[in-house]
C-alpha cells in the first residue's frame, strides 16, 4: 500500500478538522504529502437573480478566496514542522462528486474524510457524501471518527468465502494493508472473521432438522479452513487470528469495543457497471455501529 498522497477533505462548517489531525499524524510516521480539499457550494451564487453574471462570478471567486485563506491556516503549522502540504479549493455540488473529480485528478492513496459522531451513541453517522464517497472512491478512504485517537490497534474484517469475491484478492488487499500500516505505524494488527449459522429455530426441513449439528460442525470447519488458508502466507501469530461466530453486524462493533480496536478495515465488492459498490444491509449495520476510524477499500 504506497503512501505518497493523501488527500483530506475539509468541512469548512466546522472549526475541529479529525481528518486533518489522523492524515497529518500519518504524514509525520510516513513522509507522504498532504492536500488539503475545500468544497463549496452556495445556492445563493448559483444562476442567481440578485447579481449579474460578472457580480456572481466575483462573489463566488471571494468566497473561494476566504476558504483558502482558511486552508493557509491549518497548512501553516504542518509545514513548518517540515510536511508537504498543497491546498486546492472548489466549486460544484453534489458534494461527493466534486471530491471525485479532485480525486481522480490527483490520484491520491488515501483519502480522509470526517464523519459525524452521535455524542450520546458514539457512533459514526455517515452521511450521504460518505455513502457516495463509500460506492464510487477509486482509492481507499479512511473515515475519521470524532473520538480521542489513541493509534495502537486496528484490526481487518476479512470473508475468505465471500461469494462476490472467491478468489480472495480483496482480503489479501486488506491484509497488505493492514501489515503496512501496521508496520510503519507500530499498531498492533489483528485479523478477523465472523460467520453465522442458520439458527435452529429457522430449520424446517426435517433432513437438515436431524442433521443439524452436523451441519454446524460442517460450516466450523469450512470456515476455519478458509480463514487458517487465507493468513497461511503470513505470520500471523494465533493470538491475532480471531475467528468467531455470530452475525457481522453485532459482533465486529463489539469485537472493536472490547479489544479497543482504533481503526477498522474493511472491504466493498465491486458489482457491476450502475453500483460501484455492493453495500448491503449488513455492511451498512457495521458501518455505522463501530465506533473507531474506518479504513475501506474496494
Not at 475539509?10 to 492524515?23: G, H, S
Not at 488515501?110 to 464510487?136: D, E, I
Not at 468467531?244 to 457497471?273: K, S, T
Request: negative net charge; hydrophobic residues 45%.
Amino acid at each position: 500500500m504506497n503512501l505518497h498522497q493523501l488527500l483530506v477533505v475539509i468541512d469548512p462548517t466546522q472549526e475541529a478538522q479529525p481528518a486533518l489531525e489522523r492524515a497529518a499524524w500519518l504524514a509525520r510516521n510516513t513522509g507522504a504529502a498532504l492536500e488539503l480539499l475545500v468544497c463549496e457550494f452556495e445556492p445563493a451564487l448559483d444562476n442567481s437573480l440578485l447579481f449579474d453574471e460578472q457580480q456572481t462570478e466575483q462573489a463566488r471567486t471571494a468566497l473561494l478566496a476566504h476558504r483558502l485563506a482558511r486552508l493557509e491556516e491549518l497548512a501553516a503549522p504542518l509545514r513548518a514542522e517540515g510536511l508537504s502540504v498543497q491546498i486546492e479549493a472548489r466549486w460544484g455540488k453534489p458534494l461527493h462528486r466534486t471530491i471525485l473529480a479532485r480525486v481522480e485528478e490527483l490520484k491520491p492513496d488515501l483519502v480522509f474524510k470526517a464523519a459525524h459522531s452521535h455524542s450520546l451513541l458514539k457512533r459514526l453517522l455517515l452521511t450521504n457524501t460518505c455513502w457516495q464517497l463509500l460506492r464510487h472512491c477509486p482509492a481507499p478512504l479512511w473515515l475519521v471518527h470524532h473520538g480521542p485517537w489513541q493509534g495502537r490497534r486496528l484490526c481487518a474484517a476479512l470473508d475468505p468465502l465471500h461469494s462476490a469475491d472467491k478468489s480472495a484478492h480483496l482480503d489479501h488487499r486488506l491484509i497488505a494493508a493492514a501489515r503496512e500500516l501496521a508496520g510503519r505505524l507500530q499498531l498492533d494488527a489483528h485479523y478477523l472473521h465472523c460467520y453465522a449459522p442458520l439458527p435452529r429455530r429457522l430449520v424446517f426441513d426435517a433432513e437438515l432438522v436431524a442433521t443439524y449439528d452436523a451441519y454446524v460442525e460442517r460450516g466450523n470447519r469450512q470456515h476455519r479452513q478458509a480463514f487458517e488458508q487465507l493468513l497461511a502466507p503470513y505470520a500471523v501469530p494465533a493470538s491475532h487470528r480471531h475467528l468467531e461466530q455470530g452475525y457481522p453486524e453485532e459482533l465486529i462493533p463489539r469485537f472493536v469495543r472490547d479489544r479497543q480496536i482504533d481503526l477498522l478495515l474493511m472491504g466493498v465488492v465491486a458489482r457491476g457497471h450502475l453500483d460501484n459498490a455492493l453495500i448491503g444491509n449488513t455492511a451498512e449495520r457495521v458501518l455505522e455501529a463501530v465506533e473507531c476510524d474506518l479504513l475501506v477499500l474496494r
